[in-house]
């Protein structure tokens, strides 16, 4: 049996939690809610504020289906609770960011600046120039809107410019005359 998908939700105090009929669960929190529609052939029962996850079988669908069933309700009841967090580093001679109203105004070399707006369910934080920290409670879109916001200048190998994770590492390269 899957080892992620055996292991019992526990429910925090402050968060309530419904399964509907064809596994529409509803995580309300202190931070807000979230919603999910969840494949119909998981089980979620909720037992003495503990959510399990079980399978009907072990064919390999099932197997595969358990385990990410129990991470997304997981997912749900964290965001409600502490949220979630991607921090971003910005490198460069010149390049930086910064938060004007509900945009993200970022320098990135370009001959023009780079506008990001804030959404409804992301919040953008600006500490300093050189850093980006994009919070909310779903984590599936706080890394979607990390990465678009990556994409606008991805690293590049040669000298690090760009937009990177915090934990990323970039790998250099050696330039043209490095060979000699």
Do not use: C, W
Request: net charge positive; charged share 30%.
């Amino acid at each position: 049996m899957s080892r992620i998908g055996r292991a019992p939700i526990t429910i925090p105090a402050g968060v309530e939690v419904q399964v509907d009929e064809h596994n529409h669960i509803t995580v309300k929190g202190p931070k807000g809610s979230l919603e999910r529609t969840l494949v119909p052939q998981m089980k979620v029962n909720i037992e003495a504020g503990v959510i399990h996850v079980t399978r009907p079988d072990d064919t390999k669908e099932n197997r595969s289906l358990h385990g990410l069933t129990r991470t997304l309700i997981d997912n749900m009841v964290v965001g409600v609770t502490h949220g979630f967090e991607k921090k971003l580093e910005i490198n460069g001679v010149g390049y930086r960011a910064a938060k004007e109203g509900k945009n993200l105004v970022m320098n990135l070399g370009y001959s023009h600046q780079v506008i990001v707006p804030e959404t409804e369910d992301i919040q953008i934080d600006v500490p300093d120039a050189n850093h980006v920290v994009i919070k909310g409670i779903d984590k599936q879109k706080v890394g979607q809107f990390a990465a678009e916001v990556r994409g606008k200048r991805p690293p590049e190998p040669y000298k690090g410019k760009g937009i990177k994770y915090d934990y990323e590492v970039i790998r250099r390269k050696e330039g043209k005359t490095g060979a000699k």
